[in-house]
């Protein structure tokens, strides 16, 4: 199933020239991928502290695609410049999860908001990185299978977002649409599991 995660190979190349200026500036990639986790909880604590209004709810698109940059720019300088390391790995699977987590809380603040399906999107969204990551002990790769990764959810609430700010979306409609992520969530938890296992199969062979 197709994926946003599939442009990643263009985006990067356009964030390029900014990699090698951090490089050159000595900023790490377990700096960036700490920034970006930084990021994510101060926009969630101020769009909730503000959740009165909807207005706030436009810096989440805003923020969702600078960390999208963040987080491709950590994988180059790792990969590019020989950055890799153990502490690494963790500190990017985790806070990845801190930082969806941060942010999808905002939601439960929006009246109209079913707390308990927010919730769940949030433990599913949880589950589908998890299950992404499961594969590596399987002797797969990690997985980022869609349709509904990191950076599609990223995008999916950043439309939600952004309509919620505009006043273009009806809240009444944001469970709808929740319980339609729900199931994409389901999908790519499944599909993610799925590949791991041919992929784990295929190389035994």
Known sequence: MFSIYQLKSRFQTLLRPYVNSLYYSRITANQVTLAA???SILIALLVGFFADHQWPFLLIP????IRMALNAIDGMLA???RQKSNL???LNEICDVISDCALLLIFTQINQVNTNLMILVILLSFLTEYAGVLGVMIGSSRRYDGPMGKSDRALAFSLISLGIATYLLPL???????WFITFLLL???INRVK???QEAKNNKE
């Open 62 to 65: 805003v923020w969702m695609f």
């Open 79 to 81: 990969r590019e410049y």
């Open 172 to 178: 009444e409609w944001l469970n709808v649409l929740l």
């Open 88 to 90: 690494g790995a963790y």
């Open 37 to 39: 986790c930084a990021g």
């Open 195 to 197: 590949k791991g296992l």
């Open 187 to 189: 999908i790519t938890v």
